[in-house]
């Protein structure tokens, strides 16, 4: 498998922190998004941005940005799906993506997914983690493991399936890649690498963490 390309999603619309993007939010002297670069650009063959509205704001950031193909607001698989063309435009088989939100994802997530679909005809395949003693979450898996469904390995082969699905009124992530025989890369690792930044509380605890780790 080539090394795919990286597509940062952030057409969410934020509604926990007052609108706007998230990823432009500050994180110690930089922004959220800047982190995401940082830690996904060194695992990828190029970056591009899934992001709506006006993409001038995003001009310092010196990347391709990619609006939804399917008007209106219609979920992470939307922001896939821009990912997915414009992959295919660049003779690329393969995307990953992550969430604009989430600055401190795994620095093997790369790998780890494609590690987990070898063998697989259409690479696809979603991050997961154990579950945590009595968590509770809407996307635990049949074998007990929580999916991040923003994060994943993504074929540029079933776009079209995709883009059918989307626009028949598909919205959940879990329910198109089980379809399709996804699989999950499990990541195993202390604290919450997937944690995500959704309220100003969740900023603060952002906040700490990256001092922690200092």
């Known amino acids: ?25 500050r994180l110690g002297d930089r922004t959220i998004l800047d982190h995401v670069i940082d830690r ?3 695992q990828v063959s190029g970056l591009a941005l899934n992001a709506n509205g006006d993409p001038s704001r995003f001009e310092a950031l010196g990347l391709p940005v990619l ?3 399917i008007e209106g607001y219609a979920g992470p698989l939307v922001g896939v799906l821009a990912g997915l063309d414009w992959a295919a435009q660049k003779g690329v088989d393969t995307i990953v993506t992550v969430a604009a939100d989430t ?3 795994p620095v093997d997530l790369v790998d780890g997914l494609c590690l987990a679909a070898e063998g697989m005809t259409t690479p696809l ?4 983690t154990p579950r945590s003693d009595g968590e509770k979450t809407k996307s635990m898996s049949r074998s007990g493991l929580v999916r991040h469904p923003t994060f994943g390995l993504w074929p540029t082969a079933l776009r079209d399936d995709l883009r059918a699905a989307l626009e028949d009124g ?7 890649t089980e379809k ?3 699989r999950e890369a499990i990541f195993d690792m202390p604290g919450d690498p997937f944690f995500n930044v959704n309220t100003p509380e969740d900023l603060m605890r952002a906040q700490q963490i990256l001092k922690d780790a200092g």
Do not use: C, E, S, Y
């Open 67 to 69: 609006a939804d193909p």
């Open 40 to 42: 996904l650009a060194p």
């Open 1 to 25: 498998m080539n090394r795919p390309l990286g597509v940062i999603l952030a057409g969410g619309q934020a509604t926990r922190m007052g609108g706007g993007d998230k990823g432009l939010l």
């Open 180 to 182: 399709h025989d996804g």
């Open 170 to 176: 598909l919205r959940k992530v879990v329910i198109w």
């Open 125 to 128: 395949v979603l991050a997961a």
């Open 103 to 105: 600055p401190f994802f």
